[in-house]
């Protein structure tokens, strides 16, 4: 249960490890920066399906496209400002996406326990009327 908890937040930031590093070894071309852009997307669309709590997701999100970012800047020499527009737009979308879902999920369950209890309610009220009163209503 614990590793379900985390395996967001720290999925984010292996790609740093396993994706960027081994890219300063090789010569840049157009399509490996399209590669590592399109994998750190890739890790960020996880990191909204992994999402256990939104702000824990959003450190990680930001944390892993602040380095990102930054590498791309020093280490590769790319300056694409409609690229970074994208990946950080994309961001604040995603962020907001596991806001609103988790969000919607806690309304759901305390609309589920809301229900509940007005059923326990109920089935005390009719277990403690007379017959008579259930059947003629």
Known sequence: ????????????????????????????SKELMGATISTLLFFMYNGLILNYCWYVSAISLTLTTIVGIIFYCTAVDFRDLTTYTLVLSLLVLIIYTCYFYEKKLKLQFIQLKQIQIMNAELSKLFDSLPEGIVLIN
């Open 1 to 28: 249960m614990r590793f379900s908890k985390c395996i967001g937040p720290l999925l984010l930031p292996g790609f740093t490890f396993f994706n960027l590093v081994p890219v300063i070894r090789l010569p840049m």
